[in-house]
């Protein structure tokens, strides 16, 4: 299952270079696309690699079981809310995009964005998507040091900064760094 990698210069331009370099991702057989909106793609990609990295190192459940669990569905639309709020005030407008419809789900009510994360998840098992884990919940079951900190440490130290509370990423943030901490690494 392969991505789109997004590419643009952090302006919203989109120059000679980047042109080059999608063509060199395209050429190899990836998925690229110019954006003028590269910062917002980095940031959706953040949202959704934290959320689903959240629930599938906590549950150890590949990502479509979480995304069909009401429970778990419910936690990632939960911080896909936290984190877009984060972005905003951060002055990035969240969009969109195939895959990872931030913007949608941070502003449906909690149970639309369940269904609509359980569509996702059903889309991926049709296609066969089952073994998708998060390097987070590949490190956690594998027993190594996560990107805890990075992912959700960043994220809270931020909101302490923007004044957001950050609930549920500083609940994950504390489960996560415990898990690291045992390692003893």
């Known amino acids: 299952m392969s ?43 953040w949202i959704n690699f934290a959320a ?12 479509y079981k979480a995304l069909l669990n009401s429970h778990s569905a ?3 639309a939960q911080l896909y809310r936290e984190y877009a709020e ?10 969109d995009y195939p895959g990872f419809e931030v913007k949608t789900i941070a502003h449906l009510s909690p149970e639309e ?4 994360l359980q569509l ?17 919940a590949q490190d ?12 959700f440490g960043y994220a809270v130290r931020e909101g302490d900064r923007k004044r957001l509370p950050m609930t549920f990423t500083r609940y994950v943030y504390a489960l996560m760094s415990a898990i690291d901490q045992s390692l003893g690494i």
């Open 113 to 116: 964005a369940v269904k609509m």
């Open 3 to 45: 991505v789109i990698t997004y590419l643009g210069e952090l302006d919203g331009g989109i120059t000679p270079r980047v042109k080059s370099a999608v063509k060199l991702f395209t050429d190899g057989g990836l998925k690229a696309e110019a954006s003028s909106q590269v910062v917002s793609a980095d940031w959706c990609k």
């Open 52 to 63: 689903a990295s959240a629930v599938c190192g906590l549950t150890r459940l590949p990502y």
């Open 120 to 136: 996702r998840g059903k889309g991926l098992e049709e296609k066969g998507a089952t073994k998708v884990m998060p390097s987070i």
């Open 74 to 76: 419910d936690l990632i």
């Open 140 to 151: 956690i079951v594998a027993g190594r040091r996560t990107e805890c900190e990075s992912i």
């Open 86 to 95: 984060l972005a905003n005030a951060s002055e990035v407008a969240v969009q």
